[in-house]
């Protein structure tokens, strides 16, 4: 019989509880080396067992049948070098990146404002090196915590229209933190089925019961929250779905977890900078930002251009979060020149309220002239169905010098791989045909099997 990934790897869709201390001691003793707990409380041998980790070369076999094999390429820094000898940055709105000497079209990665080489958001990063050294030293509760950690903390409440904000060292770390710090052993849990992954690890690390609905389904949340018991509730969604790029119904959403007395929680790690009047996200579209039932989480990675994460709420929230979050007590602090840039982008975008219309407009040309779905922010999707038709077209783009993303399960489900496109603010009117020009022609050369 022909094995399968299911066969050799676990099924990562499942959720299982946490493994706590007190799991792994009670009533249930260690096994000596080398064995495991056989029948009746017994130990099965594992001597003349197999190498244990055997299994890995056949799951990456199988990965490698199914087109899901990724690669890494390594970024390099441009050729150029400046007066002192070191890679000079390219000048804002110019192509990027540079990589084995090649200058590509960037339209993969998720730098929706082109501020990540911007010469203030770079100075941004130097100065807070400069002044507090490469890393911030410890968490932030020992001695990680800077003064520009306050200030970027202060400026990003302001901007997204929250009482506070508590900066993490990533949104995946933002995002573990909000959900296991609000619920506990029978609160529920809604979330949306497309929800970044990050999410979906921390619903299983809530120890809540998750229920994953229908993606922007408010219905299915409105009869959950009406037919099932809970202590407290929540209500879970990305704004801006990271494959997709569509929008959920946010204000729809919200209503219905008033009704029931339940809590939005949103993560617009897509809508910071993108949506929104002067990029406050889609929270603040809708009217919601800063409501008593709604919290946020943002990344700064995306539209700030740098690196970390955050959790938008009132000021007890925060208080809560450094408290009891533990990627916050136990992880080491957001480096200081990442809070420095992040600062130095969000002081850009408060002066440069133009920017989030700039990407949405250059999405929606991307949009039409690949046919893809018109977009909520600056991501585009263009669904080519499998997964290696995807991989080849993807470097067939990245042959022709334009940088596009490739999304394969498990990102994705099955039969949807694709490329996602990601359009930048700084994209000019010739970057944009360049590209349409390149993508369309890409996957004309693979066709649909």
Known sequence: MRRTLADVTPDSTITTPSATSADASD??????????????????SHANSPAPLGWLGEAARLRAEAGLHRVLRPRAPRAERGPTGAPALPAHGSLQPWTDG?????????????????????????????????????????????????????ALAEHLGFGSALVFSSG????????????GPGDLVLSDE????????ACRLSRADVLVTPHSDVDAVDEALA??????????????????????????????????????????????????PGGRGALAAAGLAGEPDVIATVTLSKSLGSQGGAVLGPAALRDHLIDTART???????????????LAALRLLTRHPDLPERVQRRAREIAA???????????????????????????????????????????????????RVAARADLTEADVSRAVGVITDAIGRFPAP
């Not at 995946?172 to 619920?183: C, E, I, K």
């Not at 008033?258 to 949103?266: F, Q």
């Not at 916050?328 to 992040?342: H, Q, R, V």
């Open 27 to 44: 009533g249930v003793p260690a096994s000596p080396a080398g064995t495991v707990p056989g029948p009746a409380g017994g130990a099965t």
């Open 102 to 154: 090649d200058l590509l079209l960037d339209l993969a990665g998720n730098d929706y404002l082109g501020l990540a080489r911007h010469p203030e958001v770079v100075e941004g990063g130097i100065a807070a090196l400069r002044a507090f050294g490469a890393g911030s030293t410890g968490s932030r509760l020992v001695s990680g915590t800077t003064t520009l950690h306050g200030e970027l903390e202060s």
């Open 172 to 183: 995946y770390a933002a995002n573990l933190a909000m959900l296991t710090v609000l619920t």
């Open 194 to 201: 497309r929800n970044h992954a990050s999410l979906v690890d």
């Open 227 to 276: 037919t099932r018991s809970w202590r407290r509730a929540f209500v879970l969604t990305d704004s801006i779905f990271s494959a997709d790029g569509d929008l959920a119904p946010l204000a729809a959403l919200h209503a219905v977890a008033r009704r029931h007395g339940a809590v939005l929680l949103v993560d617009e790690a897509h809508g910071l900078g993108v949506v929104g």
């Open 328 to 342: 916050f007590i136990f992880d080491t602090g957001l480096a200081p020149a990442c809070a420095g840039s992040a």
């Open 369 to 419: 002239a690949t046919g893809a779905p018109e977009p909520a922010g600056a991501v585009v999707s263009v669904v080519l169905g499998d997964p290696e038709r995807a991989v080849s077209v993807a470097a067939a783009c990245r042959d022709a010098g334009v940088a596009v993303g490739c999304f394969r399960p498990p990102t994705v489900p099955a039969g949807t791989s694709r490329l």
